[in-house]
């Protein structure tokens, strides 16, 4: 299993990669000039589970670039892909 977190989560990937079976993904979010964002994932994808660990808050932020990676990793070829939203309200 391949674990995609984004940089804010470091530490949190860090520790289930401890723990867990599992391998760091490489990627990377990134804007156009138009200011829309894209996804480039540089991990091979083709009939791996992936993991995608991130948070949805701000939704006009976070939300749509978690989406982002999550369509873009079952686009690259993805057997299946589970999101890791852990709700760390404070």
């Known amino acids: 299993m391949i674990l995609f977190s984004p940089p804010s989560y470091d530490r949190m990937a860090d520790t289930l990669l401890k723990y867990c079976a599992l391998r760091r993904g490489d990627f990377s979010i990134n804007r156009f000039a138009n200011q829309e964002l894209y996804i480039t994932v540089r991990s091979p994808l083709r009939g791996e589970h992936c993991l ?39």
Request: aromatic share 10%; proline share 8%.
């Open 52 to 90: 995608a660990l991130g948070s949805i808050a701000p939704p006009d932020e976070r939300l749509f670039s978690f989406l982002l990676l999550a369509h873009t990793l079952k686009k690259g070829g993805a057997r299946k892909v589970t999101a890791l939203i852990p709700y760390l309200a404070y």
